[in-house]
């Protein structure tokens, strides 16, 4: 039988269905998992995906051999999280997944002591709209603008990000015939989102993007209004046109159980804490 990083690279396709997809959760580039797919099937004898124009689908024979490695899997997933989480030293990676913009401009610049203080600690940093999955380790901890359903992860409330509809100063003053500037995609429903489309009314959305960065970007340059975290509008560039209370996010930092123990993951966490005190003012 092949050996666990064989099944490995079935697991990762299986899940996500195309090599590129499974190369970016591998680590590694779509020839290799293409590679290793075709030599697991040639040495089992077995055919354990089709090929299709829009991706990989597995076949009867891949789909029953999916139900065995998840048992597999998951032992295997428990005891990393479990080795990971007895060490004592506060030294060695610990991945952090949060929201981009947040994480980029208002987070790591809080950051800076922590590493300071634990000059063994290497923070790697993951930012995406997408989930990262905690169970599986793709992160050890993540901040998140709500609470997982996930019964077994353990979530803490650190804050709350509070929303305004904000412009460019001289962009504004020119009257109030604005370009509103919204979300699109996945990110169409969200709360700010459902309040800005509020606001903007008939004129709806004239600018779409997926990615707050870009959102603020484009404020900056006097392309119209955005509803934004207050925390990431400052500077005299801009300024608050309405508050919007109704499009408030609760922040939460959650951890699988397991990893908890750590006491490199409680470090960050504890950081965490600490940095997300002023959202927890008032």
């Known amino acids: 039988m092949s050996n666990w990083d064989d099944l490995r690279f079935f697991?990762?396709?299986?899940?996500?269905?195309?090599?590129?997809a499974a190369a970016r959760v591998l680590q590694t580039d779509h020839t290799t998992v293409?590679?290793?797919?075709?030599?697991?099937?040639?040495?089992l004898g077995v055919k354990l995906f089709d090929r299709l124009p829009r991706g990989y689908a597995l076949t009867d024979e891949g789909?029953?051999?999916?139900?065995?490695l998840g048992a597999v899997e998951e032992a295997v997933l428990a005891f990393e999280r479990q080795a990971g989480?007895?060490?004592?030293?506060?030294?060695?990676?610990?991945?952090?997944?949060a929201p981009p913009a947040f994480a980029s401009q208002w987070l790591m610049p809080r950051l800076a002591p922590l590493l300071d203080r634990h000059p063994g600690l290497v923070l790697d940093l993951s930012v995406a709209n997408a989930i990262s999955n905690l169970s599986r380790r793709e992160v050890d901890l993540s901040l998140r603008l709500y609470r997982p359903e996930d019964k077994g992860l353990v979530a803490r409330h650190?804050?709350?990000?509070?929303y305004g509809l904000y412009g460019r100063r001289d962009y504004v003053a020119r009257?109030?015939?604005w370009r509103y500037i919204g979300y699109d995609g996945e990110l169409s429903d969200v709360p700010q989102q459902r309040w800005l489309r509020e606001l903007a009314g008939a004129t709806g959305v004239g600018l779409m993007t997926n990615d707050l960065s870009a959102m603020l970007?484009?404020?900056?340059?006097?392309?119209?209004?955005?509803?934004?975290?207050?925390?990431?509008?400052?500077g005299e560039d801009l300024v608050c046109l309405r508050d919007g209370p109704e499009a408030a996010r609760d922040l939460w930092l959650v951890v699988h159980p397991d990893m908890r123990r750590s006491p490199r993951v409680r470090a960050v966490m504890d950081a965490l804490v600490e940095a997300t005190a002023p959202l927890r003012a008032g």
């Open 11 to 20: 697991a990762a396709l299986a899940r996500v269905g195309s090599l590129s």
């Open 34 to 43: 293409a590679r290793r797919i075709a030599a697991l099937e040639a040495r």
């Open 63 to 68: 789909a029953a051999l999916t139900v065995r």
């Open 85 to 97: 989480g007895a060490g004592q030293a506060i030294r060695g990676v610990v991945r952090l997944g």
């Open 158 to 162: 650190v804050g709350r990000l509070t």
């Open 175 to 177: 009257g109030d015939d």
């Open 217 to 234: 970007a484009a404020l900056r340059a006097g392309m119209g209004v955005a509803a934004v975290p207050h925390v990431l509008a400052g």
